[in-house]
């Protein structure tokens, strides 16, 4: 009797129904964002070498940034191209950004609008610009290594580009000090193959969690320099700036999720494994 | 939504009700129906997680068609206008006429009578013409990329795979260096004979081949785990949105004001 209560427990846990799990799921995520827990945030060598390339090079400097995702990886990339872009404003360095997927201009535009809230004196056309979308991925990468203005003759917001004083010491890629790219797809390749390699810019990149395992073996092979890697990517970078923020802030709860997933899938295996030895005990005793 | 706010500001001289417009879009009004509209349709596609219904498929159906209207107009507007119409018919620019107003260019017909062909595939009889448009296409490109494909990207991780013959030489006491510039060397080596059909597992080749499986396997392990990882960021992304962008920015800070007597 006993043997059929344990059996039963064991078969009804590994029948749990997913509307239980997804339920824990939303509560390990929502219960943390109202009351933050404060775990702590370990910095990674990547992210770090990404922090120290932008901080060390002298004021003015040129930085590239291209932000490759839409809407669907926003709560990933967009946290950690606040923190670079407010990084970037901050040590005064010239910026020109592109975008080569289609819907992400809306997201650099409003990214833009919100680093300049905090430094109002970061102007369009004199600090940065922002080259927009243009049709064409490793096209579009190999025109902005021969110049930008033939590129994007007109900035996002329809101002011509030939006359930006930004654009005087900064009109291809080749003129960069450093890189970084925001990736949620392949594009990154082809800015590492003509940053690298074509143009000798150091390469530094911000990619989403599924994207990552993709783009280490170009940190181990030293093509890029740094990697920022999802949202706990984001989350060091904003620790690294001393401005914790919207990346932050999640860490509690994808950390929580993590903690469930692993006991139930530790559980899950152990109660499988109780539920075969049970089961050939049975089989067994039959004979 | 950004996008038409930001044009419409751009607009020096704007008549009263382009101003109306203008601050009707920026304003919290469209911020607030924005908000709720996103709100409901997130609702509608977490619904699918409890069963399969009817507004799960509305809302996937929305964003299909959403997704892809979008995409044309934003094609159309950005390039189709600017590169080609207004290259080919230059008088059509608002700024013709100005130094920054586009002028003829002809050559343009090219990457067009190309582009049309691919349309042609709809019409039968003449779907072949396609074909040297893609020709075209994968010619070009291959030329482009081939070379840098080769000095880019696979020759510099050949080098780093091979990192294990430095080290060896060289590095002496830096044991952990030695070790992952090993594990990657076997690891490598090992994953491409298990993709070497032309011999058979068996023996020697069998014993490296599995060494190939288990890399895989870790290496199948780590890209999962960062898939949770990023799957989680997500759900993090709209549980955000739907408590601090609706629930309290819409619905408790209003009831607040409203109860306040503000």
Not at chain 1, 36 to 64: A, H, Y
Not at chain 2, 69 to 75: A, D, R, T
Not at chain 2, 154 to 176: C, E, H, K, N, R
Request: proline share 5%.
């Amino acid at each position: 009797m006993e043997n059929e209560a344990k059996r039963n427990f064991l078969e009804l846990f590994l029948l749990l129904d997913r509307r239980i799990i997804y339920t824990l799921v939303a509560l390990a995520v929502a219960i943390p964002l109202i009351w933050p827990i404060g775990l702590p945030i370990r910095i990674t060598p990547e992210v770090q070498s990404v922090f120290d390339k932008i901080e060390n090079l002298p004021e003015g400097s040129n930085i590239m940034m291209s932000a490759d995702f839409d809407p669907a990886s926003q709560p990933e990339l967009y946290p950690m191209m606040k923190a670079v872009m407010r990084h970037i404003a901050r040590k005064k360095h010239k910026l020109a950004i592109t975008v080569l997927w289609p819907n992400g201009p809306n997201l650099v535009a409003q990214c833009i609008e919100e680093v300049k809230e905090e430094y109002p004196n970061w102007r369009s056309g004199d600090d940065f610009v922002f080259l927009g979308y243009q049709v064409g991925g490793t096209i579009v990468i190999i025109g902005v290594g021969n110049s930008f203005v033939e590129t994007f003759p007109k900035d996002y917001y329809g101002n011509a580009t030939s006359t930006m004083p930004v654009i005087k010491n900064f009109n291809r890629l080749g003129q960069a000090d450093y890189m970084i790219m925001f990736e949620a797809g392949n594009s990154g390749d082809w800015w590492i193959v003509y940053g690298t390699e074509v143009h000798d810019v150091e390469v530094g990149g911000g990619v989403t969690a599924v994207v990552a395992p993709q783009y280490y073996p170009y940190l181990q092979a030293k093509q890029l320099n740094g990697i920022i890697g999802g949202l706990k990517g984001a989350a060091e970078y904003e620790m690294l700036m001393e401005h914790p923020d919207m990346a932050v802030a999640a860490m509690d709860s994808q950390s929580m999720v993590h903690a469930l997933l692993f006991v139930a899938i530790v559980l899950a295996n152990i109660f499988a494994f109780a539920l075969a030895i049970q089961k050939r005990n049975a089989a067994r005793r039959e004979k | 939504m950004l996008n038409l706010a930001i044009l419409l500001q751009a607009e020096s001289h704007l008549l009263p009700w382009q101003q109306s417009m203008a601050d009707f879009f920026t304003g919290d009004t469209m911020v607030s129906i924005g908000t709720w509209i996103a709100a409901g349709l997130t609702l509608v596609m977490f619904s699918f997680i409890y069963k399969d219904n009817a507004l799960f498929r509305l809302g996937e159906h929305l964003y299909l068609g959403i997704s892809a209207g979008y995409l044309m107009s934003l094609y159309f507007f950005n390039n189709m206008k600017p590169v080609f119409i207004y290259q080919l018919l230059p008088w059509l620019d608002p700024k013709f006429g100005t130094p920054e107003g586009s002028t003829l260019n002809l050559w343009v017909l090219i990457p067009g009578v190309l582009g049309f062909f691919i349309l042609l595939r709809l019409v039968p009889g003449l779907g072949w013409l396609s074909r040297t448009t893609f020709a075209f296409y994968i010619g070009g490109f291959t030329g482009i990329s081939l070379s840098k494909v080769f000095s880019g990207l696979l020759l510099p991780q050949f080098y780093a795979t091979i990192d294990v013959i430095p080290y060896m030489v060289t590095s002496g006491p830096d044991f952990v260096k030695l070790l992952n510039a090993l594990v990657l060397f076997v690891g490598a080596l090992s994953v491409l004979v298990y993709f070497f059909f032309s011999v058979e597992h068996r023996g020697f080749v069998g014993g490296v081949a599995r060494i190939g499986v288990y890399t895989l396997m870790v290496a199948f392990g780590a890209t999962f785990g960062y898939t949770i990882m990023a799957r989680v960021s997500l759900l993090i992304g709209r549980m955000q949105f739907l408590m601090f962008d609706w629930i309290n920015a819409e619905i408790i800070q209003r009831l607040a004001v409203i109860f306040r007597g503000g």
